[in-house]
């Protein structure tokens, strides 16, 4: 029997990617590689990108750069780049680095097998289209191992939202959302694979709008009927848009007991005339209103945000109308990040805000959601709540998992195996996590 061939897959960026990720190690599982941790031990590197960061192209030369010692030691190595710089930068990054091998886009990654054949044949493989195949059916019968007790799922893609900061409508292309059959199966079999919690991933997941009995569902038609399947006991989605937050969506979050309480609902800024000119197509006043609806329906929901300081033409004043939306809405997890260019964008071509007014916005921002964060897990300590354990924890006998409200909880409990649901007392706070002890049942 031949030695199976090596693959190291280092993901860059968001939960998608993730995802993306794990496909591709499936597909190429049925060309015989299995993974490794190690890049020096790899028959195969790809490098799945993100565009989404700043100077992420650069990054991923950087990273070329560094595997270059390990292509010269051994020729044979095919290394590939995937995700959304492959996309945009494809035929570039070819010309600039010899030793790419392939380049994929996030579209086309069904077609990798397709593509290494070709490499092993001596040639090099582009393919940055956008397919009419389905990729999610393409990769649906490839061989699939045994899974931990979390997972994400895409069922929905690209944008239409076309902010002025963002790559992705170029990167991913128009929104485009799997048909609710498929979505249900794929469930149905990470669950049969050990998973009881599914994220639902969309660069818009609440657009959903995918092909069911009926006619199109929603996401929250789809997240009731995935709350029909047994076994599955948690249900998370992200990103979402404040423009396509439904009635029926939030009242799923009221009446649905298996959709957690957590929602990250990014706004990027609390100025009305920064919004408009990020595209976003909604006000402050309204972002508001649609927090104030989801916790009525969801008293203990937490909310988690995006942040974008220093934005073109973004004035001390602007800034300010961000601080006061925060100290309103109080979030329990937020991302804030200084605007930086993405080329091709409508907004690279504005003048930037002085670095140092935007890093000394960023820094009083970060300190208010710091403080905003540690308050809600200050909050937690001495009750009592659900957590679903991953992994086993760095000290002896300790194990981690996440609470409904996707905080991490650590616990020293050596009786407690990846996959159990417990009910954890809470008695600490850390910057990062909480601490807690088992309940007993």
Known sequence: MAEAKKLYIKTYGCQMNVYDSERMAEAMGGQGYVQTSSPEDADMILLNTCHIREKAAEKVYSELGRLKPLKAANPDL??????????????????????VDLVVGPQSYHRLPAMEARVRDGGRALDTDFPAEDKFEALSARP???????AFLTVQEGCDKFCTFCVVPYTRGAEASRPAARVLAEARDLVARGV??????????????GDGEGGNWSLARLIRALAGIDGLDRIRFTTSHPNDMTDDLIAAHGECDKLMPYLHLPVQSGSDRVLKAMNRKHTAAQYVRLIERIRAARPDILISGDFIVGFPGETEADFDATMALVREVRYGQCYSFKYSPRPGTPAAERALVDADAASDRLSRLQT??????????????????????????????QMVGKSDHLHAVHVTAPGVAPGDLRTVRITESAPNSLGGELVAP
């Open 78 to 99: 095919r290394i590939g780049v995937a995700g959304c710089v492959a996309q945009a930068e494809g035929a570039e990054i070819m010309r600039r680095q010899p030793l």
């Open 196 to 209: 009881r919690e599914i994220t639902l991933l969309g660069q818009n997941v609440n657009a959903y709008h």
């Open 144 to 150: 699939k191992a045994a899974r931990g007790p979390t």
């Open 368 to 397: 208010l959601l710091t403080r905003q964060q540690r308050a809600i897990q200050d909050a937690m300590v001495g009750r009592d709540v659900n957590v679903l354990f991953e992994r086993a924890g760095r000290l002896p006998g």
